[in-house]
């Protein structure tokens, strides 16, 4: 079946622009990861849903940063007024439910702030 | 200090080596742990997935944990060009929810 989906695959945006990521997750999964990739830094966790809620979100850097969840499936992760050091590998992963269960990360979008 | 130390390498090792790779971590709630392989421009995918201390196998790859030393392996034997990318250890714990830990991940590159 179809694996994790993530749109864009590259964004180049100017310091200051607000950008969108989106996410599909897999058909039936109910939990819903984001990561940021930099170099050097390894993956840090940003925030995860279970549904449309969002029970951990205590990786997100800053109030810039902020992320939704309709209807158990897509999402998409905000970043209002961005700066230089948001560029970075912004991963998605969804796994069919929590503790145990294997988290599927889609292929990324790599944002660059000039 | 980082939860999760791995060394970045890169690694570099002719095909048909024995190639392993480690983590050390400082969090002893950690319960479970994970090796995912990540190719250039791609997301990462799972390779290995174990709990608790103990010795896992599948085909050419072996887990290995060491809670008591707080010490995660990945051994990968008969190492193929296609093993060329980066390995990610990665681990949680019982109350951490759903979110994992990652280590920076190690450059693996095979030579034919």
């Known amino acids: 079946g179809a694996g994790v989906s993530q749109s864009p695959s590259n964004k180049v945006t100017e310091k200051g622009k607000d950008v969108e990521l989106r996410c599909d997750p897999i058909s039936g999964h109910t939990a819903l990861y984001w990561y940021r990739q930099s170099l050097g830094q390894g993956l840090e966790f940003l925030i995860y849903f279970q549904g449309n809620s969002a029970p951990d979100k205590s990786g997100l850097p800053s109030d810039r940063f902020s992320a939704e969840r309709t209807g158990g499936s897509v999402s998409t992760l905000t970043i209002q007024r961005t700066q230089q050091e948001d560029s970075a590998v912004y991963l998605c992963?969804?796994?069919?439910?929590?503790?145990?269960?294997?988290?599927?990360f889609g292929p990324g979008t790599r944002l660059t702030v000039l | 200090q980082k939860e999760v130390e791995q060394d970045p390498g890169p690694l570099s090792v002719p095909e048909g080596a024995i190639v392993s790779l480690n983590c050390t971590y400082s969090?002893?709630?950690?319960?479970?742990f994970m090796w995912y392989r990540q190719y250039s421009r791609k997301g990462p995918e799972l390779l290995m997935y174990t709990y608790s201390s103990g010795n896992k196998e599948d085909g050419r790859f072996t887990a290995q944990v060491d809670k008591s030393s707080k010490y995660i392996s990945l051994f990968i034997r008969d190492s193929q060009p296609s093993d060329s990318a980066t390995y990610l250890c990665?681990?949680?714990?019982?109350?951490?929810?759903?979110?994992?830990?990652f280590g920076e991940g190690t450059q693996l590159t095979v030579n034919p």
């Open positions: 969090n002893s709630a950690f319960q479970y």
């Open positions: 990665a681990m949680k714990g019982e109350t951490s929810g759903s979110r994992l830990t």
């Open positions: 992963a969804s796994s069919r439910g929590v503790r145990t269960d294997t988290q599927y």
